[in-house]
Nanobody, 123 residues
Framework: QVQLVESGGGLVQAGGSLSLSCAASGLTFSSSALGWFRQAPGKEREFVAAISWSGGTYYAESVKGRFTISRDNAKNTVLLQMNNLKAEDTAVYSC?????????????????WGQGTQVTVSS
C-alpha cells in the first residue's frame, strides 16, 4: 500500500520560512517523479513544484526563486523549502507521486497523493 505523509506545515509571518517534508512508502521511490501541489480555500488545486527521478526540477512562476524542491532517495523523502513566504502562499500543501519518472505540472500525471499539511502565512 502506497502512503505519502506530509509534515512541517504551520503558521508563519510574511517573509518567513517553512520546510515541508513528505515521507513515502510502498512505491519505487527512486524512479518516481514527485510533486507538491497546493489548494487555497475556494480555489482549485495548483501546481507548486516537481522533481524528476534524476533530480531535475520545475517550479510554478509564482514560487520560482523562493521555493526549492529536493529529494532524498535514501530516506524516501521529498522536501519543499519555502522562503520569503507571502500571504498568498496560504494553502493546504500536498505531495504526490507521479505515474512516470518525468516532471509534470499536471495533477492527472500523479497517481498517489498525501493528505496535505496546512501552511498559513500571516501578513
Amino acid at each position: 500500500q502506497v502512503q505519502l505523509v506530509e509534515s512541517g506545515g504551520g503558521l508563519v509571518q510574511a517573509g518567513g520560512s517553512l520546510s515541508l517534508s513528505c515521507a513515502a512508502s510502498g512505491l519505487t521511490f527512486s524512479s518516481s517523479a514527485l510533486g507538491w501541489f497546493r489548494q487555497a480555500p475556494g480555489k482549485e488545486r495548483e501546481f507548486v513544484a516537481a522533481i524528476s527521478w534524476s533530480g531535475g526540477t520545475y517550479y510554478a512562476e509564482s514560487v520560482k526563486g523562493r521555493f526549492t524542491i529536493s529529494r532524498d532517495n535514501a530516506k524516501n523523502t521529498v522536501l519543499l523549502q519555502m522562503n520569503n513566504l507571502k500571504a498568498e502562499d496560504t494553502a493546504v500543501y500536498s505531495c504526490a507521486a507521479g505515474r512516470y519518472g518525468a516532471i509534470s505540472p499536471r495533477s492527472s500525471d500523479y497517481r498517489y497523493w498525501g493528505q496535505g499539511t496546512q501552511v498559513t502565512v500571516s501578513s
